[in-house]
């Protein structure tokens, strides 16, 4: 009662978690007078490994096979949209609410969506520019003194297909911009094929998301990146193995096998390919 604005933040897909308990959890959360909801699958490829380290020693349950966590989520999302209304692909709120604007409107924005980030850590974009912040406190704190950016990365390639890439998040895309950025003749096919196989459908110059195209979100996204994005997206995907290792190898392969099933192994030519990617960690 003393809050205008309030949020819930939800992850389903847990260690010993089951379908019943989800579609529970999203009753409660819906029904509880919470302003909105935000909801997410739990990514074992990004977790902390000491979490991993606890599922591989039996002091957690194994989680469910990635098929069901994806049905869970999914499932999750239908029990939302029951009561709640649909912003986009996380976030569920009143129907007279106005949609979760700095990630869904900027962050996962298109070329022309600008911000600049403030602290360490952060990321900006602005057109043409994309760069983020000294992530150690104390050297973010040390370089800004000098009067001197702390500026830690910065590539002048901000992405022009930004909007089309983080579409599956948002569920719709302005067409026009693909004339605007000259995108049409790079990503026209690509558009079509999705469109062809039901995961999107036009509407007028909207391109939206499809319920089919729901349950692959995570691999329309990198159906649309660029080869170089694809590139830098398959040396994390090796060094996360390398480094934090996996709790299971048919995790990382029925990443491979959904995201080759897409055909977003399109994306990288023939050469690039045989380095074998694994998993889709979006």
Known sequence: KYFSNTNLDM??????????????DAELAATSGIGSVSVYPVDYVMTLPAW???????????????????????AARTELKRHMHEQNMYCFGSADAPPTRYMFSTLYGGYADECIGVGS?????????????????????????????????????HAYEKGLVFFPKRMEFNLDSLEELSLSSTYGEKIDRIVDDGYARRDGNILRLTLAGERVYSELMVHFFSDAQR????????????????????????????????????????????????????
Not at 242 to 261: F, K, L, S, Y
Request: proline content about 6%.
């Open 231 to 282: 590139r830098l997206y398959d040396r994390m995907c090796t060094r996360l193995r390398q480094d934090v290792g996996v709790i299971d190898e048919g995790e990382w392969d029925a990443g491979e096998r959904r995201v080759r099933r897409m055909g977003a192994w399109n994306a990288m030519s023939s050469a690039a390919t045989q380095r074998q990617p694994r998993a889709v960690a979006l």
């Open 121 to 157: 850590g952060a990321y900006s974009f602005i057109r043409g520019l994309a760069y983020y912040n000294e992530a150690n406190e104390r050297d973010y704190v040390k370089q800004a003194q000098t009067g001197v950016l702390p500026i830690a990365f910065a590539s002048p390639g």
């Open 11 to 24: 992850m389903f897909g847990f260690p010993g978690q089951s379908l019943e308990e989800a579609l529970k």
């Open 52 to 74: 991993q380290d606890r599922i591989r020693k039996g002091e957690l349950p194994k989680p469910a096979p990635l098929a069901e966590r994806s049905d869970m989520f999914h």
